[in-house]
């Protein structure tokens, strides 16, 4: 990792921390405090936003792990997404079991069914994988549909509140406090994961899947293993989703949302762990200003009911393509940049 | 490298002007909300995404409705509505951010137009008691009877209705009629599945097929191919007009239709149905819990009037009825709270208490059937009318049907 001017590290201890400088400490104790005092200052409508920003993250983050790190690509995130949601609010509805019950068996069964649908990843790649996992998101999907016992089928499930040693999670504050924890809990696993032996040979793996095999990197264990922690991240996003709407059902879980999710990790940067968390504060903020924008335009120029709606989906398509052809490498590799030129301030040349 | 260098600038430039323009509107438009002489209603409207096609004119007939109201009535007792829209691009975590902002923004009562969106904002809405009402229901939002209501009869209403009509009406031969079932693969197909399976066995009705087809279909010729198999006397359709036209249209093209008899939801049966499914629509049966355009009802004039000046391409749509009564509804509910309470002690239970549950036969200008508040039961309206494709056009060819509650069982 690169150092400001004249910091160097003297261990190797030093060398692999991810925080070393005290600018690097104060600035996570400047974003932890934002972060805590949150509920203080937004509303719910926006504490609503930032827990639809964090839950969207945790998913978004598994997904870079399995696309971005190990290159597995899958368009069926959405329905893993589904499996947690629908595993937790079977439990705690209908089993009545805890919510943290219900949250880690949403991620280990949304994991273990990612590693049945990866399996084609061992003898198949890029799009054929594509269209494998379409598979998945439409077999899971249709299976909540017409499990109607369990799921209550299209008609849905109501989903109690997260609750954990007598604390209920209702409000959007507390959900929130919730929700942001387990996704800072979720990128300070994915860091790390990035620089283990698994990590590194998810990228090789990536890179060149035949040379990785011949360096003895087990391409089965490997690829299976990239699909479960992918998926059980998608897990418990679903299950934080699920408690965090109050019903489900599988109108939430679209095709449209897991092409959604590949969107956000390629604007966001694929193969990084900032990359998810910039892709989706962009892509849901970006959604609110346009659903803001319309009927503000509306009010404000007294136009025709309706007038405005169509340049939601203008907006939304054009930033996405611009944003493809002028910074292919995601919002992370501008972040970087930005990094190296602060580095070098007030030398930069 | 030249055009990427113009493109990047361009870009940054609009991106700019974007957030520019947004905070000086935002800014400009900061007063009005702030005015003692509104009451604040939200409505959570698909107006993009899949369900547009219903979603556009039932959003703008609010929109133009409320305008009427405040324009030319005045407002409700002296008080301009002032209405908070935000387009849920018929998502569900979108909705369940809007619900939020709507409660935060102190709107006294939302609606959305898709049992779809309600559903995903029921759940909040019921923990919070903030009432609202969606315009099209399934029966899982209103049973059990919390603080969501439905404006019309659910798609399970529209089943018993049409299944009367028919056994009534049409049905001539002997032994129970065999109904095959083809259903949009969301509330809109299962409500109408929970009322043929809570109630054909009553009526005498044999339900030989269920199929299901998503709302973005282009054929459904292996479904029909199944359905008729079974040889049934009846294919009732509970859907949204796009699919719907497909299935008629394989149905005519595999000899199907003419032949057994066709029924309709109210979510498919508008002009746009007989639109795109042209000739092949000719004869099919539907219920609709309005009246059509250019019947003699006291609003219709000023509902024509604001269409065909402000969306004339709205014109013969029913959905823009559907909505336009809405807005009337909403006026009500606002009126009475009003009247009731008072503004000072107007909070979003308070409009429940003494708005939703006063409605007692609230005349919505004739356009659907009467409004009213049962205990028990919440649905406002509670009757609906048959129609028919009779050259080209969508013709009631029954009066008011009452639409009982049907004692559906959810968890």
């Known amino acids: 990792m690169d150092l400001p001017s004249g910091i160097r590290n003297y261990t190797y201890d030093r060398d692999m921390a991810i925080f070393r400088t005290k600018t690097h400490w104060s600035m996570l104790l400047i974003l932890f405090v934002i972060l805590g005092t949150l509920p203080l200052y937004l509303d719910n409508h926006w504490l609503s936003v930032a827990n639809l920003i964090g839950i969207t993250i945790i998913a978004a983050t598994g997904l870079n792990i399995l696309i971005g790190y190990c290159g597995q690509l899958s368009i069926g995130h959405a329905g893993f997404i589904a499996v947690g949601a629908y595993t937790s609010a079977v439990l705690t509805n209908r089993l009545e079991l805890p919510f943290l019950v219900g949250l880690i068996s949403a991620g280990l069964l949304s994991g273990f069914i990612g590693v049945v649908f990866g399996i084609p990843s061992v003898r198949v790649k890029g799009f054929y994988l594509a269209i494998s996992t379409i598979a998945a998101q439409i077999i899971i999907i249709w299976i909540i549909n017409h499990w109607e016992s369990v799921t209550g089928g299209f008609n849905g499930i109501v989903v109690p509140p997260a609750k954990i040693a007598g604390i209920t999670f209702v409000s959007q504050g507390s959900q929130f406090y919730l929700i942001i924890g387990i996704a800072i809990l979720v990128i300070f696993f994915a860091k790390n994961l990035a620089r283990t032996r698994v990590g590194r040979a998810f990228i090789a793996i990536r890179d060149n899947d035949l040379a990785a095999e011949v360096m003895g990197i087990n391409l089965f264990r490997y690829k299976l293993l990239a699909f479960f922690i992918g998926c059980f991240l998608a897990g418990i996003a679903g299950s934080l989703l699920a408690h965090w709407i109050g019903f489900m059902n599988t109108e939430n879980f679209r095709l449209t949302e897991s092409i959604l999710y590949v969107g956000i990790i390629i604007i966001g940067g694929l193969g990084s762990t900032i990359g998810p968390i910039l892709g989706v504060v962009f892509i849901r903020l970006l959604e609110k200003g346009i659903s803001f924008l319309a009927p503000t335009l509306e009010s404000t120029f007294d136009l025709p009911a309706g007038f405005t709606t169509g340049i939601g989906p203008m907006v939304f398509g054009i930033v996405i393509i611009l944003f493809l052809i002028l910074e292919p490498r995601g919002l992370a590799h501008r972040w970087q940049l930005f990094k190296a030129s602060y580095r070098l301030w007030p030398f930069s040349y | ?411």
């Open chain 2, 1 to 411: 490298m030249k055009f990427k260098k113009v493109l990047k600038i361009a870009s940054i430039v609009c991106l700019a002007l974007v957030v520019v323009v947004t905070s000086i509107i935002g800014t400009a438009c900061g007063g009005s909300t702030d005015t003692d002489k509104t009451v604040k209603v939200g409505f959570s409207i698909c107006y993009t995404g899949v369900a547009a096609e219903k979603g556009r004119p039932m959003g703008d007939a609010k929109l133009d409705c409320i305008k009427y109201i405040n324009e030319e009535l005045g407002g409700v007792n002296g008080y301009e509505i002032e209405v908070i829209w935000r387009d849920n691009q018929y998502d569900a975590s979108k909705a369940a951010t809007i619900i939020n902002e709507l409660m935060d923004a102190d709107t006294l009562m939302f609606t959305t137009n898709s049992s779809a969106m309600m559903t995903a904002s029921a759940e909040i809405a019921n923990r919070q008691a903030f009432p609202g009402f969606a315009v099209f229901s399934t029966p899982a939002l209103t049973n059990p009877p919390q603080h969501i209501y439905a404006q019309m009869p659910d798609y399970g209403d529209d089943w018993a209705a049409f299944a009367n009509y028919f056994l009534e009406n049409i049905w001539a031969g002997t032994g129970k009629p065999k109904m095959a079932l083809h259903l949009l693969n969301n509330s809109t197909g299962a409500g109408a599945k929970a009322a043929a399976e809570a109630l054909a066995d009553d009526l005498g009705i044999e339900i030989v097929s269920i199929e299901e087809h998503d709302a973005t279909t282009i054929s459904e010729i292996d479904s029909i191919t199944r359905i008729m198999a079974q040889e049934p006397d009846i294919l009732y359709i509970s859907s949204t007009p796009q699919p719907t036209s497909i299935i008629i249209q394989n149905a005519v093209e595999k000899g199907l239709y003419p032949g057994v008899t066709i029924g309709c939801g109210h979510a498919s049966f508008t002009s746009v149905l007989v639109e795109l499914a042209g000739a092949d629509a000719e004869g099919v049966y539907g219920v609709f819990p309005t009246v059509n355009w250019d019947d003699s009802a006291p609003a219709m004039a000023k509902m024509t009037e604001y269409c065909q000046e402000y969306h004339p391409e709205h014109y013969g749509n029913m959905d823009y009825i559907t909505s336009w009564a809405e807005g009337l509804i909403v006026a009500e509910i606002l009126r009475l709270a009003l009247e009731n309470a008072g503004i000072d002690n107007l909070t979003p239970q308070i409009v429940e208490e003494q708005g939703f549950k006063k409605l007692d036969n609230f005349d919505v200008g004739g356009l659907h059937g009467p409004v009213s508040y049962t205990p028990g039961d919440n649905r406002l309206a509670k009757s609906v009318r048959v129609f028919q494709v009779q050259d080209g056009e969508i013709v009631p060819i029954t009066g008011w049907v009452e639409a009982p509650k049907i004692p559906y069982q959810f968890d």
